[in-house]
């Protein structure tokens, strides 16, 4: 009991610290690009906040297992390096018997994990797309900035108006360019208001001029107006049809199993089993000599996480193109560590070494 409340302990710790260092570095890193997107235009800048609480949320099931795999490293290497675990294997406790404690640890959080991956990282998905479709298919009025060239959402539009003022239906130095049926016009007028007549939204412009030319009539024509109107709703774009692999659910993706949807539910099942195998795989690796260096066996947890993941994505492209089945994949990249990581551990439970089976062959 004192073993595995000890080693439950320490875990809690180190796995506390790497995720708030972990989620720190990845909020700053996705308010980094929500705040560019916002800045070309991609995003509200009022949905700023929300897009990356949906996207932090998508990435949270590959911080817990890196923070996992982490923790669980760190806290064996450095009961190795105080020669704790050479106090427990003289109590009769062997390598493999940080397997109970590690999984009695880790096995919330590998339900989170498999939660988050088969059910929050699509929600979020979803949540993300409709904010940014929502946000292009706003109305022209309301993608009118003052001091900057705006397009319509139709694209046949371009609006310029130089200030407003504080009630945000008027405005001056209004200028339009639009090209719509084969007609080409430019509109400047010196003031603006925005009313409402029988249900629909014009833009009333005074004291201007007007530029007209025809795609089957070159001639240009020139008006000048007290009062002109346009007419601007709020057409919006049309939706896309459809929604990306990745912002479907998994329900949808089980009654579909087209190669796209399974190459995507290989990667989201991948992230639940990594996270397992993660656990197995640090026990394995977490063998630290006194004289060597401290850092070793994180440098090597950083190196194998990073080309377990990268396996995963490159399974997903091959599922997604048919070049490998989806039970092939997964069985044979998950069983395949799992059985890798079980070896190493009974290895160095056992002392198992090369030399020693040859020495024994040669004796034999």
């Keep these: 009991m004192l073993f595995h409340s000890s080693v439950r302990k320490e875990l809690a710790r180190t796995f506390g610290a790497t995720l708030v260092v972990l989620v720190t570095i990845v909020m700053t890193m996705v308010l980094i690009r929500t705040l560019g997107q916002a800045s070309r235009g991609s ?7 929300l897009v990356m609480g949906y996207t932090v949320l998508g990435y949270l099931p590959t911080v817990l297992s890196l923070s996992l795999f982490v923790a669980s490293v760190g806290t064996l290497s450095r009961m190795y390096r105080d020669s704790e675990v050479v106090i427990w294997f003289a109590a009769g406790r062997g390598l493999a018997g940080f397997l109970s404690p590690l999984f009695r640890f880790s096995w ?8 988050l991956a088969l059910g929050a990282w699509p929600w979020a998905n979803q949540q993300t797309r409709e ?3 929502r946000y292009e298919r706003r109305g022209d009025l309301d993608r009118i900035a003052p001091g900057q060239f705006q397009q319509s959402s139709s694209g046949s539009r371009v609006f310029f108006i130089d200030r407003d003022v504080t009630d945000g239906n008027t405005g001056s130095n209004v200028f339009i360019s639009a090209n719509e049926h084969g ?9 603006g208001r925005v009313d409402t007549i029988d249900e629909q939204r014009f833009l009333l412009l005074q004291s201007g001029q007007r530029l ?4 089957d009539d070159p001639t240009l024509r020139v008006s000048e107006f007290e009062e002109y109107g346009v007419r601007v709703g709020s057409a919006a774009a049309a939706l896309q049809e459809g929604s990306p692999v990745r912002a479907r659910s998994t329900a949808q993706l089980l009654r579909e199993p087209t190669p796209q949807h399974l190459g ?15 656990v197995v795989l640090a026990i394995a690796v977490s063998s630290v000599n006194p004289r060597a260096g401290r850092s070793g066996n994180l440098v090597f947890a950083l190196f194998a996480f990073v080309v377990y993941f990268n396996l995963l994505n490159m399974g997903q492209s091959w599922i997604a193109a048919g070049r490998v089945g989806f039970l092939p994949f997964v069985a044979g990249l998950h069983g395949g560590v799992l059985l890798m990581s ?4 009974f290895k160095r439970h056992n002392n198992w070494s090369l030399l020693d089976v040859l020495r024994r062959r040669s004796a034999a």
């Design 131 to 133: 904010m940014r479709d």
């Design 183 to 191: 007609r080409q016009s430019v509109t400047s007028a010196r003031s």
């Design 212 to 215: 007209e030319t025809r795609d």
């Design 342 to 345: 079980l070896a190493w551990l």
């Design 108 to 115: 919330p959080i590998l339900l989170v994990i498999a939660a």
């Design 264 to 278: 995507e539910l290989a990667w989201r099942l991948g992230l639940a089993l990594a996270a397992f195998n993660f």
């Design 43 to 49: 995003v509200g800048p009022s949905d700023v906040m």
